[in-house]
């Protein structure tokens, strides 16, 4: 088991899906969201979950709410993660990527730097940065952020010490932003779960 924390983002609008993501049921779980948590707890030490409000899940679980109500951006649950956590560098996975496996997660974690910022993971549709290590020295970049009401991550790892790392199969990281990605992730978690 990793003994780096894990965050699972949660808490997201799901605008494109039509209903919050993180609720959907999956596999033999009630939400995505406790599939995810059920299955890293497996793999890390200690797994927490960024959300908006964690009265919406009915299951216990380390959660770590992000109190800005308006902005629904990654960047305001990495400001409250790196608030809550001691460590200095945390794996960040979103919740609607079920698929990212162990083998994944420890090539990142070993790929990693301690001189870098972040380490990412990248296919040939590009890079996936709600699949990675985020480091402290990213935390005064994420608040500026939110000031300046810049939510791109894409934008902050290109500005970082990024090492990306290269996975040729992008089976394993569909993400569900939209009902027809649902759909497929149902009809794969027997072929790859």
């Given amino acids: 088991m990793f003994s780096l ?3 699972i983002f949660a808490g997201g609008k799901s605008s494109r899906m039509g209903e919050d993501k993180a609720l959907l049921p999956f596999a033999s779980y009630s939400t995505l969201t406790e599939y995810q948590y059920q299955r890293l707890s497996q793999i890390f030490q200690d797994v ?29 649950g990495f400001t409250a993660a790196f608030q809550s956590l001691k460590e200095d560098r945390f794996f960040a996975l979103s919740v ?19 001189n870098s910022d972040a380490t990412i993971a990248k296919t040939d549709e590009g890079i ?45 990281f569909l ?8 759909k497929k992730a149902l009809s794969l978690i027997n072929s790859l779960l």
Avoid: W
Wanted: contains cysteine; proline residues 5%; glycine residues 2%.
């Fill in 96 to 114: 609607d990527s079920p698929f990212v496996n162990k083998d994944i997660i420890t090539t990142l974690i070993q790929a990693d730097k301690k």
């Fill in 48 to 76: 927490y979950i960024s959300c908006k409000d964690s009265s919406h899940f009915s299951f216990n679980a380390n959660f770590i709410e992000d109190l800005e109500e308006n902005i629904y951006a990654p960047t305001t």
């Fill in 128 to 172: 996936q940065p709600l699949c990675g290590i985020y480091h402290r020295s990213l935390e005064s970049k994420f608040q500026k952020m939110i000031q300046e009401n810049n939510h791109k991550l894409g934008y902050l790892l290109k500005e970082s010490q990024t090492t990306y790392k290269y996975f040729k199969d992008i089976t394993h």
């Fill in 5 to 7: 924390p894990c965050v």
């Fill in 175 to 182: 993400n569900m932003n939209h009902p027809k990605d649902y």
